[in-house]
C-alpha cells in the first residue's frame, strides 16, 4: 500500500515561499502528473517526496507513516532524473545493479531482476556498454530501468522524456503508460508539456506559482477548467479568450462581444442570471468555430462570426487559422479543406455549446452543473 | 550536360599562387627560441654533470663534453648518503602526495555538493589562505611544531603539507561540473555520503586527481625551504637539502651538483610523463566543463 498524501506541504527558501500548503491525496498505484509553467514549484514537490528536498512545513505521508524525516533510501521510492543521471563509470548492467548491491540483495537474485528488466525494455544487448556509449533513448530505458529493478512501491520521474526527440518522445510515452501498468505502483510523473499530461496520466495535477490550480483527469480539466489559467494551459492550442459582458435576452442570457450577442448555454446562464451588465471573460476552443453549422449543436447555441486570417498554419489533418475577431487575436483550427489565407476574412461559425465563462477579476470558472456534452 | 560543364570549368580553373606566409614564419621563430631558452638550462645541466669542476664554467661552452665524465655518477652516491636523501625524499612526497589527495578530495566535496551554514563563506576564507605568503608565516609555524616536539622528524614536514586551499579549490572546481543529480541518484539508491565521495566522486575526478598529484609530487619533491627550516639530521635531510653538501665553505663540486640533480629530476620526469595526458585534459577542463 503506497497511497500518498501532501498535507499542508510547504517549501520556503529562506524568506521565499515556492510550495504554498499544498494538500495533495495520490492513490496507491495511481499515474498521477504534476503539470505547469517552469518555476510552477512541481519540480520541487517531486524532490520533497523523494526527500532530495528538506520539508519547511506540513507533513508527508506515505503509505500510513509520515515519512518528513526519513532519508531518500528508506522511503521505497525510485526515481528517473531529467538528465538520466547514469553513473559514467559503470557499464548499463553495474547502473542498474548498483542500487541492489547496496542493499546486499543475493548476486543471482540481482542478476535476474537486471535480466528481466533489460528484456522488458529491450536493452539486453547494452547491458556492457558505458551510458557515453548510448544514445539518447537508450540511456532513457537505462534510468527507467534502474528505478525497475528496485520494484519500488513508487516512481517518481522528473521531467524523463524532455531531452528527447519528437517521435522518441511520442514511442516512449506509450512504453511509460504500458509500464505503468505492468508494474502495478503508484507513479508521479513531473513534465511542462500538457500534451504527455493528457495522454499518460490518471489524474492531473496543475500548478503554478507554488499553488495547484485543479487537481482531476485529463477530459475534466479539458471540459471544466477550475479557472482561466487551467483552461489556457490544457489545450493545444490554447483556448481563446474575449472579454464579454452579460446581457439577457428574449432567450436567456447572451454574452456581448463588441456588440454582438453571443447565445450563453443553460449551464452558465444559471450561473450568470442576475449578473446582468457583469464583466466575464468568454472561453472558446480553437475547436469550437466551424466553417459550415455543426450538425450535432443547437442552431440557437450558435453564432456567425467573421475572422480576418493572419497566418494559416496547415497541419495535414488541419488547419490552425490566426487572426481576429473583432479586436481579440484567436485561433480557430478548421478542415485542410479550408484555402484561406493570409489577409483574407472567413464566416466561421462559433459554437457556444461548449463555450466557459470566467469571472473577470478572480478568473473563476462560471459555471453549475456539468456541460451538456 | 551538368557533368560537362563540371569537367570543362575545372580544367579551367585556376589556382591562386601559394603565398608565403610570414606571420607563420615568425611565430614558429619565436616558439622555437622561447622553447630553446627554457630547454638550454637543463641541457647545460647534463653537460655539466659530465664534466670536471674546472670545466664547468669553461667558455665557449662545450655542450658534449669531449671527455664525458661518468665517474660523477659513481662519486654522488659514495661522497654523500645520497641513497639515504632519495628514500627520504620518496617516502615524504608518497606519503604527502597520497594524503594531499585524500584531504582535498574529500573536504572539496563538502564545499561543492553538501549543503551546510556558511559555506561558501568558510570556503572563500579558506581560499583566501593561498594569498599569504608562507614566508610570513613559517617562522611562527616552526615554533609551533617544535612546541609539539616534532622538530628534527618527518612528521612535522607531513602535517604542514598534507592539508592545501589550492588542492581543495581545484578538486572543488572540478566537482561543481559533474552534475548534482548523480549525487542525487546515489543517494536515492542508498549510498551514504562517504560511499558517494569514494565510489562515485573519485573514480570521475581522474583528470583532476592526476592535475594534483603532479603539482603535488613535484613541489614536495623539489620542496628546498621546508626541509631546510625542519630537518638538520643528515639521515633524515631530502635530496635538495642534501646536494648542499657538495658545497663546502672552499670548494663547490659543480659537476656533482649537476649529475646529483639529474638523478633527482628522474622522478619528477617519470611522474609528470605518466600523467601528463590527464594533466593537459585537467588543465583545460578544471572548472570549465558543463
Avoid at chain 1, 511542462?192 to 499518460?200: F, G, K, P, R, S
Avoid at chain 1, 455543426?294 to 475572422?307: K, S, Y
Avoid at chain 2, 622522478?267 to 605518466?274: D, G, K, Q, S, W
Wanted: include cysteine.
Amino acid at each position: 500500500m503506497a497511497g500518498i498524501s501532501l498535507r499542508k506541504l510547504r517549501k520556503t527558501y529562506g524568506e521565499l515561499r515556492v510550495i504554498h500548503d499544498i494538500d495533495l491525496e495520490i492513490a496507491d498505484k495511481e499515474f498521477i502528473i504534476l503539470v505547469g509553467p517552469s518555476g510552477c514549484g512541481k519540480s520541487t514537490t517531486l524532490r520533497m517526496i523523494a526527500g532530495l528536498e528538506e520539508i519547511s512545513g506540513g507533513d508527508l505521508v506515505i503509505g500510513d507513516t509520515i515519512v518528513n524525516d526519513v532519508p531518500s533510501k528508506d522511503r521505497d521510492i525510485a526515481m528517473v532524473f531529467q538528465n538520466y543521471a547514469l553513473y559514467p563509470h559503470m557499464t548499463v548492467y553495474k547502473n542498474m545493479a548498483f542500487g541492489l548491491e547496496l542493499r546486499r540483495h543475493p548476486r543471482e537474485d540481482i542478476d535476474r531482476k537486471v535480466k528481466d528488466a533489460a528484456e522488458v525494455l529491450d536493452i539486453t544487448h547494452l547491458l556492457n556498454r558505458k551510458p557515453k556509449a548510448l544514445s539518447g533513448g537508450q540511456r532513457q530505458r537505462v534510468a527507467l530501468g534502474r528505478a525497475m529493478v528496485r520494484s519500488p512501491e513508487v516512481f517518481l520521474l522528473d521531467e524523463p522524456l524532455s531531452n528527447l526527440d519528437a517521435k522518441l518522445r511520442t514511442a516512449m510515452r506509450a512504453e511509460i503508460t504500458k509500464l505503468h501498468r505492468r508494474l502495478d505502483a503508484t507513479f508521479i510523473y513531473v513534465t511542462h508539456d500538457q500534451v504527455e499530461a493528457m495522454t499518460m496520466a490518471d489524474r492531473i495535477v496543475v500548478m503554478k506559482d507554488g499553488y495547484i490550480q485543479q487537481v482531476d483527469t485529463p477530459q475534466v480539466l479539458y471540459d471544466e477548467p477550475a479557472n482561466m489559467f487551467v483552461a489556457g494551459f490544457i489545450g493545444a492550442p490554447q483556448m481563446n479568450f474575449l472579454d464579454v459582458i452579460i446581457r439577457k435576452t428574449a432567450g436567456g442570457f447572451a454574452a456581448e462581444y463588441e456588440g454582438q450577442l453571443l447565445p450563453l448555454p443553460e449551464h452558465l446562464a444559471r450561473a450568470v442570471a442576475g449578473h446582468e451588465g457583469r464583466s466575464c471573460v468568454l472561453g472558446l476552443r480553437p475547436e469550437n468555430f466551424h466553417e459550415r453549422p455543426p450538425v450535432d449543436v443547437d442552431p440557437a447555441l450558435t453564432a456567425p462570426v467573421e475572422m480576418s486570417v493572419e497566418l494559416a498554419e496547415p497541419m495535414g489533418a488541419e488547419v490552425h487559422l490566426n487572426g481576429k475577431l473583432g479586436s481579440h487575436g484567436i485561433i480557430a483550427r478548421v478542415s485542410p479543406r479550408c484555402r484561406a489565407r493570409t489577409g483574407d476574412t472567413v464566416p466561421l461559425i462559433a459554437d457556444l455549446s461548449a463555450a466557459h465563462l470566467f469571472d473577470k477579476e478572480t478568473e473563476i470558472a462560471l459555471r453549475t452543473g456539468r456541460p451538456a456534452h | 550536360m551538368t557533368s560537362v560543364s563540371l569537367a570543362t570549368s575545372s580544367e579551367t580553373l585556376k589556382r591562386p599562387p601559394r603565398r608565403i606566409n610570414w606571420g607563420l614564419i615568425l611565430t614558429y621563430a619565436v616558439v622555437i627560441i622561447v622553447t630553446l631558452t627554457m630547454l638550454a638550462p637543463f641541457v647545460w645541466m647534463l653537460s655539466a654533470s659530465l664534466k670536471l669542476d674546472r670545466d664547468v664554467f669553461a667558455f665557449p661552452i662545450e655542450w658534449i663534453p669531449s671527455e664525458p665524465r661518468w665517474q660523477n655518477y659513481i662519486d654522488i652516491w659514495t661522497k654523500i648518503p645520497l641513497g639515504i636523501f632519495v628514500l627520504n625524499t620518496t617516502k615524504l612526497t608518497v606519503i604527502v602526495t597520497v594524503l594531499q589527495l585524500l584531504t582535498s578530495s574529500f573536504a572539496a566535496y563538502a564545499f561543492a555538493k553538501l549543503h551546510f551554514p556558511y559555506r561558501n563563506a568558510l570556503f572563500l576564507a579558506y581560499i583566501a589562505t593561498i594569498a599569504m605568503p608562507w614566508q610570513v608565516y613559517m617562522v611562527p609555524q616552526f615554533i609551533l611544531m617544535r612546541e609539539f616536539g616534532l622538530n628534527n622528524t618527518h612528521m612535522a614536514l607531513i602535517c604542514l603539507q598534507a592539508f592545501t586551499a589550492f588542492g581543495v579549490f581545484l578538486m572543488r572546481q572540478f566537482y561543481m561540473s559533474i552534475p548534482d543529480e548523480l549525487c542525487e541518484a546515489a543517494r536515492i539508491d542508498g549510498m551514504s555520503e562517504y560511499g558517494i565521495w569514494w565510489r562515485i566522486m573519485l573514480p570521475l575526478s581522474m583528470p583532476a586527481l592526476s592535475t594534483l598529484t603532479i603539482f603535488t609530487f613535484v613541489n614536495t619533491w623539489n620542496d628546498f625551504l621546508g626541509p631546510l627550516i625542519y630537518l638538520t639530521k643528515t639521515d633524515l635531510k631530502t635530496i635538495q637539502i642534501g646536494i648542499r653538501m657538495f658545497i663546502t665553505q672552499y670548494t663547490q663540486e659543480y659537476g656533482l651538483i649537476m649529475a646529483a640533480s639529474v638523478v633527482s629530476l628522474i622522478p619528477v620526469l617519470i611522474v609528470f610523463l605518466a600523467l601528463q595526458r590527464f594533466f593537459v585534459e585537467g588543465i583545460a577542463s578544471t572548472g570549465l566543463k558543463g
